[in-house]
């Protein structure tokens, strides 16, 4: 079956823009999560959907936001970008919300913002 | 709040020697703990899981409870193993939330 598709690959955008990236998770799964991944501070948790509703937010200011579809697909916006929004943005998804459910995650949206 | 520290950012062996990589975690009550593997150009995976209590690649890692530590240890390294490892905690209450150790990049030379 298909993996998590994440797009897009790349993005460069410019400071005060705003941004969305999508990610569509495997067949059946409906929880999606989102990290924030930097050099300098690893994989951080942005927030985790489950059947269209955000169960889960990390520590990311306002900008930082997201919505999940009936579908499952779910996209996250950064409004307002800054320079220190350059990451690669990972989206996982997960059959439920068990505890120990494994994760599937994406190739990743890698963002520049210049 | 719950944290992983992984101590070692790089962990170079050579072929055939074992290997350790540490992973310690603070939370006060019984998270879940798991490693994940990132290989060049491929995607972040999961390797194994401690409730699982499996070898996966000839991989093993013990949860200690009174140290709170979770390290993934492999007694001969082969050089398919160099890629880098994430160590990630979850608990019941935050569903799939994975906090995750800052990662240990591990080369294994021929």
């Known amino acids: 079956k298909a993996g998590v598709t994440q797009t897009p690959r790349y993005l460069i955008k410019t400071r005060g823009q705003q941004v969305t990236l999508s990610c569509s998770p495997i067949?059946?799964?409906?929880?999606v999560s989102w990290y924030q991944q930097t050099p300098g501070q690893g994989l951080q948790f942005l927030f985790e959907?489950?059947?269209?509703?955000?169960?889960n937010k990390g520590n990311f200011p306002g900008r930082f936001s997201g919505r999940q579809f009936s579908n499952s697909r779910s996209e996250m916006n950064v409004s307002t970008l800054e320079l220190g929004d350059s990451a690669l943005y990972l989206c996982?998804?997960?059959?439920?919300?068990?505890?120990?459910?494994?994760?599937?995650f994406g190739q990743g949206t890698r963002l520049t913002v210049v | 709040a719950q944290r992983v520290t992984q101590p070692e950012k790089l962990l170079s062996v050579f072929k055939g020697a074992p290997v350790e990589l540490k992973c310690n975690y603070s939370?006060?009550?019984?998270?879940?703990l798991f490693w994940y593997v990132q290989y060049s150009r491929q995607r972040l995976q999961l390797l194994l899981r401690?409730?699982s209590r499996e070898s996966i690649k000839g991989f093993t890692a013990d949860l200690n409870k009174g140290e709170t530590s979770f390290h993934l240890k492999k007694p001969f390294a082969q050089e398919e193993d160099s890629a880098m490892y994430y160590c990630?905690?979850?608990?019941?209450?935050?569903?799939?939330?994975?906090?995750f150790g800052g990662g240990t990049r591990v080369l294994v030379k021929p």
């Open positions: 996982a998804s997960s059959l439920n919300r068990a505890l120990n459910t494994e994760a599937f």
């Open positions: 067949s059946g799964h409906r929880s």
């Open positions: 959907y489950f059947s269209e509703t955000q169960r």
């Open positions: 939370y006060s009550g019984s998270p879940e």
């Open positions: 401690h409730i």
């Open positions: 990630a905690l979850s608990i019941k209450a935050a569903g799939n939330k994975l906090t």
